[in-house]
């Protein structure tokens, strides 16, 4: 079985909208070892916006920031300035398939231009001492063969990235919305244990339909690492046991409701720097799934959370459905 200690033994996805600071503050509740993701933020995003979209809690490290964009010198600037926030890795979106990144000439569409990927690769090493990685697919359209995903994998690898995050299904870029490439394109697991076979100086993490503590085990036996996406975010308990399961035998399992008290003080002075208790507290309705209480726990927050004024009470009351 590959080694405990990789950084990337296990992560959650990057998520667009989801995998906010408040939501990895929730998840960094149940797990110490997780490796988190940031949303895909674009080059221009950092560049341009007056809005600040690097800023987190280093209370949430590890933490891996997603850059999405395909101009070299670009990535290489918010690549070095992500590294002085005190991000754990740079990570470069290779896979998403979405128009609006089409458009953009970034994520998914970019495994047709592996020359490019590769200089963007070489330039931002050049200016971050952080890993540089490349989350992508097992291939797009009909540039599918297994060869072609080698050829990509080769070129990236020649120009410094030694860390892949690969979805075992293929995209479609055309005709396929994001959420049917997750789900109709079929899984091929198979190709990614082989990629680790034919690479094995790599560290190779696998992406796609991963659900349970056991299906994780199972895919360590043949890679380093698993990445797991809406499965976190709608069942976040699952997190609370990775720590034990997949890293220290001896760490402790952390309940849904220890994770939730935990969140009390960051919450209360979130509240006091003007955030809204809904913002926060979205990420967090899943965390008693099958418990009883769970839907009373769902329905008070939906119900009050986002009321002018909701504060840390809401979720003490909300708590109180749910049994011990």
């Excluded at 990789?6 to 929730?26: E, K, Q």
């Excluded at 990144?101 to 931002?124: I, T």
Aim: proline share 4%.
């Amino acid at each position: 079985m590959h080694s405990p200690y990789y950084r990337a033994r296990f992560s959650v996805a990057p998520m667009l909208d989801w995998t906010t600071r408040h939501c990895r503050y929730f998840h960094r509740q149940f797990s110490r070892y997780a490796l988190l993701y940031t949303e895909m933020v674009t080059t221009g995003a950092i560049i341009h916006a007056k809005y600040d979209h690097l800023a987190f809690s280093l209370e949430e490290n590890p933490v891996a920031l997603q850059l999405g964009g395909c101009d070299p010198e670009q990535l290489a600037f918010c690549a070095q300035k992500a590294e002085g926030y005190g991000y754990q890795e740079i990570n470069l979106n290779v896979g998403c398939p979405s128009d609006r990144v089409q458009n953009g000439m970034f994520g998914a569409c970019l495994m047709a231009k592996a020359d490019l990927v590769a200089e963007c690769v070489k330039k931002m090493q050049k200016t971050t001492a952080l890993p540089v990685t490349i989350k992508t697919r097992i291939g797009i359209d009909d540039l599918d063969s297994y060869e072609f995903l080698c050829e990509f994998v080769g070129k990236t690898h020649q120009a410094g990235c030694n860390e892949f995050i690969i979805h075992a299904r293929k995209a479609w870029l055309s005709g396929l919305s994001p959420k049917e490439n997750r789900e109709i394109p079929p899984l091929d697991y198979e190709r990614v244990y082989q990629l680790k076979q034919d690479f094995p100086q790599l560290k190779i993490s696998i992406n796609g339909g991963i659900k349970t503590i056991e299906e994780m085990q199972q895919h360590l036996q043949y890679v380093d690492g698993v990445m797991i996406g809406r499965e976190a975010y709608q069942n976040p308990s699952l997190l609370g046991h990775i720590d034990r399961a997949l890293f220290d035998e001896n760490a402790p399992i952390v309940s849904s409701r220890e994770a939730v008290e935990k969140m009390y003080p960051y919450i209360e002075k979130e509240l006091s720097q003007g955030t809204q208790l809904n913002h926060i507290v979205r990420h967090m309705i899943g965390a008693f799934q099958s418990c009883k209480g769970a839907r009373q726990w769902r329905r008070y927050l939906s119900e009050n959370a986002f009321k002018p004024g909701a504060g840390i009470e809401v979720v003490q009351q909300a708590l109180t459905f749910v049994e011990a």
